[in-house]
T-cell receptor, first 111, second 112 residues
Framework: EDKVVQSPLSLVVHEGDTVTLNCSYE??????LLWYKQEKKAPTFLFML????IEKKSGRLSSILDKKELFSILNITATQTGDSAVYLC???????????FGKGTRLHILP | DVKVTQSSRYLVKRTGEKVFLECVQD?????MFWYRQDPGLGLRLIYF???????EKGDIPEGYSVSREKKERFSLILESASTNQTSMYLC???????????FGEGSRLTVL
């Protein structure tokens, strides 16, 4: 059965810290992996990763995929209180594009 | 900008009622999805549709059905609502074969 596992499920850090969020997956036919940020409303798109070893970067956020070891990480440097959110990892798992999400990591940044 | 619109932001229904949740997207996307989101369980896929009149079960289809008669509209139907279907329901769409999902604002359903 295809699945996506995120860790940790919850994380509390102080403003200015760097955090690393993990996403591992088991798939029968991997195509791509997605990261989303969810605050109070609908998830907003962060990154899509398809190639192993290539880092995607957007400001203080970056993400990389390891297709051999079947995981991805999302890094946030110099965290700010506005980074407090649930971060979701997901992937199209087969040719029918059934997109499955992990349970998410709830990140709380203390001022 | 892509827009995904869910017709009802908040609904309160009684056990046994039939419930329709409507989702419309304006970008001619092939794929549409219905998820429910519950604390500690993340987003769980109920049904998805990869084209008009095509549908596939997700991980938790029991108690739900869907309809996709037109490309822009994907409806989620609860034939006989139960209290364990109280949840936030999120609709999403995307162009076939690409990655990014575009989400609606969500419909919070309470079944009494």
């Amino acid at each position: 059965e295809d699945k996506v596992v995120q860790s940790p499920l919850s994380l509390v850090v102080h403003e200015g810290d760097t955090v690393t969020l993990n996403c591992s997956y088991e798939v029968t036919n991997f195509r791509s992996l997605l990261w989303y940020k969810q605050e109070k409303k609908a998830p907003t798109f962060l990154f899509m990763l398809t190639s192993s070893g290539i880092e995607k970067k957007s400001g203080r956020l970056s993400s990389i995929l390891d297709k051999k070891e079947l995981f991805s990480i999302l890094n946030i440097t110099a965290t700010q209180t506005g980074d407090s959110a649930v971060y979701l990892c997901a992937g199209p798992m087969n040719r029918d594009d059934k997109i499955i999400f992990g349970k998410g990591t709830r990140l709380h940044i203390l001022p | 900008d892509v827009k995904v619109t869910q017709s009802s932001r908040y609904l309160v229904k009684r056990t046994g009622e039939k419930v329709f949740l409507e989702c419309v997207q304006d970008m001619d996307h092939e794929n549409m999805f219905w998820y429910r989101q519950d604390p500690g369980l993340g987003l769980r896929l109920i049904y998805f549709s990869y084209d008009v009149k095509m549908k596939e079960k997700g991980d938790i289809p029991e108690g739900y059905s869907v309809s996709r008669e037109k490309k822009e509209r994907f409806s989620l139907i609860l034939e006989s609502a139960s209290t364990n279907q109280t949840s936030m329901y999120l609709c999403a769409s995307r162009r076939g074969g690409t990655g990014e999902l575009f989400f609606g604002e969500g419909s919070r359903l309470t079944v009494l």
